[in-house]
């Protein structure tokens, strides 16, 4: 896919009980609202659809439009529980990033179309190195912030729960 995202599956000795009361410690219930974040002094915000499935972003003080957002199930296991978590776009940012190479794509087709009409030449070569350019800027930036912050967030759930990580996408 092109957009980022990200699949992480822990697996802990906690129960599934203690994994969502680890959890719940660091949510704001309060504010599910990924595009009017909170100031909680939790690290996320989000809500719990039940005890073993919740949606989750962040508490960020900077903007970051690729910030993930978390959907996350918590399964239990013969040793403890499994947590299994996908970091996803929001849906308006997906929205965008297809409009964006939508357009980038349609730019595309119309410089593939000049250049096979009148060949490479000095007049029109900053046609392709745009297109190069804008499809670069779009997957460095997006990869790059939502990557960040999906590492970041791994790393410290990986310790909260006292998980190993058995499967990564």
Do not use: C
Request: proline share 4%; hydrophobic share 45%.
């Amino acid at each position: 896919m092109i957009l980022p995202h990200d699949h992480v599956v822990y697996e802990t000795n906690l129960t599934p009980q203690e994994v969502f009361e680890r959890l719940d410690l660091i949510i704001d219930n309060q504010n599910d609202s990924f595009y009017f974040p909170s100031r909680s002094s939790k690290r996320f915000s989000g809500k719990w659809k039940s005890k073993t499935q919740f949606r989750i972003f962040r508490n960020i003080k900077y903007k970051n439009s690729f910030l993930p957002l978390l959907h996350g199930t918590i399964e239990p296991t013969p040793n403890g529980s499994r947590v299994a978590i996908k970091f996803r776009l929001a849906v308006f940012i997906k929205t965008f990033s297809i409009i964006w190479l939508s357009g980038i794509t349609f730019f595309t087709g119309a410089v593939i179309y000049r250049v096979a009409e009148t060949g490479l030449n000095r007049e029109n070569v900053i046609g392709p190195l745009l297109v190069v350019f804008f499809y670069m800027f779009f997957f460095f930036l997006s990869w790059f912030a939502f990557g960040n912050e999906a590492d970041g967030t791994k790393d410290y759930l990986k310790k909260l729960l006292e998980a190993k990580v058995i499967k990564r996408k």
